[in-house]
């Protein structure tokens, strides 16, 4: 039996935890089986031992980073059953004054994929084929594309942090994903240069065997979502490798030196495996060395390798919308009964060229249904169960010691995210967090507007430096809008676009084209209900958002969310937009047109983006920006709080627009939108805002402390 180090074993924790025995220990953790004295079931608690790492002074900052992160990952958890369950957060001070926070995880049955593979590399086992793989992977990977949805990133994807149990339905096997969080915590809060010198170990906020070269050294860029999917394609070249690891090296130094090496990267046939031509190039995207050259997300990775390996899955979309989607739907409190997530469908705003508007067909659910079962024969293994989760990732989430000599010392499985309803024996304040259906945009300096003379009025780029806020991650739906009204909180929309005739334009003819884009108009229409909600006033935007604590964004806000400070073209960033980035005026656009007499516009691409009007949020994930945003151009314009008025070159701080006006801003695009600059980020339009049209929407915003 394991030495009980922090003495807990026969103690109860907060009066309901009983603590039985140790299961593991690392450098900077203790993992104990406990018994819920109410539930009578199973948890693991996981002990951090930082006393000697964290000051007094240091201890209730730390506290509150665990409960910031927790909160964020038990949302996640309660979206997939993928991630590991974490059930309370809180902290223990002994009676010689020793201070443990401690993460209650729910208790697995099975064992970590490093485990396993230990295992069958003793056995001599084959490694998998890569359908077997990608049938292993696919509820891991996909609860990776949700948080990444979210704007988070694991940073410490690894087998260790991967726990392989048995399949909820008996049949096969399932993985959950742990330690989402911890690793950012205890490598941003912890003293890790006086860590450093209490041990002969490199010491490291991620596993030098799975890291991405950004995580050497920053000269390869930033950290982000691309930096889980290079560890993600690591960890399953191992597999098909049959357990040995992808990344060749013996210390901190040559690891470092592989991940980064142009001429040759750890893909499959670098190895000699047999796979197709389409699988070798998309592990050599997400192998890639800059993070620029790599799929963004895993919600891009995973949809490309299933492409590859099941091309008749066409079309097939990772369910990272799919969660939210079901979520969304539900009320968020009986006062209000509306929903939070934002989806909203835009009409073209007058002035612009009419024939650009395209009307929603009867399309009612979104654009693909989830996979089908691949059929992959399972391989033979050893027990899962252990009578445990026995080995639960040791190490501070994700601080690892590499050893000279040896391969990453992984402990088995990693922590799970921190419980964000947090029992502490401390009372801490907990930090503000943005609402699961916000991301968080951190605020920061950039140029907004442009210096082309394609517009007078984007220009001069002037410089503007933002505070932190929240902005939804989707247009408001006209379900949630719905939901709103139903309760009696918010006025219903139009069922009918108006707006101001257009210059140029007979009564008749502007009546005639009323009358057909009235029919885009998504409010209360049956299978609609994920479009965004369209042919509503500013003002019942602005109403939408106050009954839901939040605001309309500022033009500048709205700007930075969605092209943040590097000046890219496109939310997605140079490339030009396609009908796989978003939903504008294509050939489906064209089509409709005519069908209705009215004479077609300029098209945005010649391609057909399968929705003629609106589009399901969430339905073109590689037009999701860089905080995690989708439909930020194209499906609908979006309402913003600011009235129009000239931009000045002045250096602005959280810019709120002129005091007065007679039109408000609207920014975005829409589905109708046939000219690529209508799409550029810093592209402004006036509308009056008492005009209700198909072609324009919301989303909101909300400040942060």
């Known amino acids: 039996m394991q030495d009980d180090t922090l003495r807990l074993v026969g103690t109860t924790v907060q009066d309901k935890y009983v603590v039985e025995q140790v299961v593991g220990e690392g450098g900077f953790s203790v993992v104990y089986r406990a018994t819920h004295l109410i539930w009578k079931q199973p948890v693991a608690l996981k002990c951090f031992k930082v006393q000697a790492l964290a000051s007094q002074d240091l201890r209730q900052e730390l506290l509150d980073a665990f409960i910031q992160e927790g909160r964020l990952m038990t949302e996640l958890s309660t979206r997939t059953s993928a991630i590991v369950q974490a059930r309370d957060v809180g902290t223990i001070t002994r009676d010689d004054g020793t201070w443990i926070p401690f ?9 970590p994929l490093d485990k396993v593979l230990e295992e ?19 509820g891991a990977a996909e609860a990776v594309a949700l948080a990444h949805r979210r704007n988070i990133v694991h940073r410490d994807i690894k087998p260790a942090n991967l726990f392989v149990t048995a399949a909820a339905d008996g049949a096969g096997e399932s993985v959950k994903i742990l330690d989402f969080g911890v690793a950012k915590v205890m490598a941003e809060h912890l003293d890790l240069d006086k860590a450093l010198k209490q041990t002969s170990a490199t010491l490291t906020a991620f596993t030098p065997s799975y890291g991405a070269p950004e995580q050497f050294s920053r000269a390869h860029g930033a950290t982000g979502p691309w930096t889980d999917v290079y560890a993600f394609a690591l960890v399953m070249v191992e597999l098909l490798r049959g ?152 190490g501070a989430g994700g601080l690892v010691m590499l050893r000279k000599g040896t391969r990453s ?104 084209k009323e009358e057909a884009y009235s029919t885009l108009c998504t409010f209360g229409r049956e299978g609609m209900e994920r479009h965004p909600i369209n042919c509503v006033t500013w003002a019942d935007a602005a109403n939408y958002c106050k009954v839901h604590g939040k605001r309309l964004p500022t033009e500048a806000e709205w700007e930075f969310a969605a092209r943040k400070s590097d000046g890219r073209k496109f939310p997605w960033g140079d490339d030009p937009p396609t009908s796989e980035h978003m939903n504008a005026c294509g050939l489906e656009c064209t089509r409709w047109m005519e069908k209705q007499g009215l004479k077609p516009g300029p098209r945005m691409y010649e391609t057909d983006d399968g929705y003629p009007g609106t589009a399901p949020v969430g339905s073109y994930p590689k037009g999701r920006t860089i905080f995690g945003l989708n439909d930020m151009v194209g499906n609908v314009f979006e309402w913003t709080s600011d009235w129009m008025g000239p931009y000045t070159a002045d250096e602005q701080k959280d810019p709120q627009g002129p005091a007065e006006g007679v039109k408000k801003v609207i920014r975005g695009g829409g589905f109708n939108g046939g000219y690529v600059s209508w799409v550029n980020p810093a592209f402004r339009y006036g509308m009056e805002p008492e005009h209700q049209t198909h072609a324009i929407g919301f989303r909101c915003a909300k400040s942060l402390p």
């Open 103 to 111: 993460l209650v995880l729910e208790w697995l049955e099975g064992k």
């Open 120 to 138: 069958e590399v003793a056995r001599h086992e084959a490694g998998r084929t890569v359908e077997q793989c990608v049938d292993l992977l696919n």
């Open 243 to 394: 357990g040995v690891p992808a990344l060749e090296g013996d210390d901190y130094l040559q690891l470092a030196m592989a991940s980064a090496n142009e001429a040759v990267r750890p893909t499959p046939r670098r190895y000699g495996l047999n796979v197709s031509d389409q699988v070798e190039a998309v592990f050599a995207k997400a192998l890639a060395v800059k993070p620029a050259d790599r799929f963004a997300t895993m919600g891009e990775f995973w949809r490309a390798l299933r492409s590859a390996v099941f091309p008749q899955e066409r079309g097939w979309t990772p369910p990272e919308s799919r969660a939210d989607v079901a979520v969304s739907l539900a009320p968020r409190s009986a006062s209000s009964a509306v929903l939070a997530l934002a989806a909203t469908t835009l009409a073209a705003p007058p002035g612009t060229p009419s024939a650009m508007v395209p009307p929603d067909v009867t399309t009612t659910s979104p654009t693909h249904a989830p996979p089908a079962s691949t059929g992959a024969p399972s391989r033979g293994r050893a027990a899962m169960v252990l009578g445990a989760a026995a080995l639960i990732m040791l």
């Open 409 to 512: 010392e992984s402990p088995a499985v990693a922590a799970a995210p921190t419980a964000s309803s947090a029992s502490s024996s401390s009372s801490a304040a907990t930090p503000p967090v943005c609402p699961p259906d916000m991301a968080a945009v951190p605020g920061g300096k950039f140029f907004m507007g442009s210096d082309d003379d394609s517009f007078s009025s984007w220009k001069p780029a002037h410089k503007v430096e933002l505070s932190p806020y929240c902005i939804d991650i989707d247009e408001v739906t006209a379900g949630q809008y719905k939901a709103c009204s139903d309760v009696g909180e918010c006025k219903r929309a139009a069922t009918r676009s108006f707006w101001k005739k257009a210059e140029g334009d007979t009564q008749k003819e502007h009546e005639r």
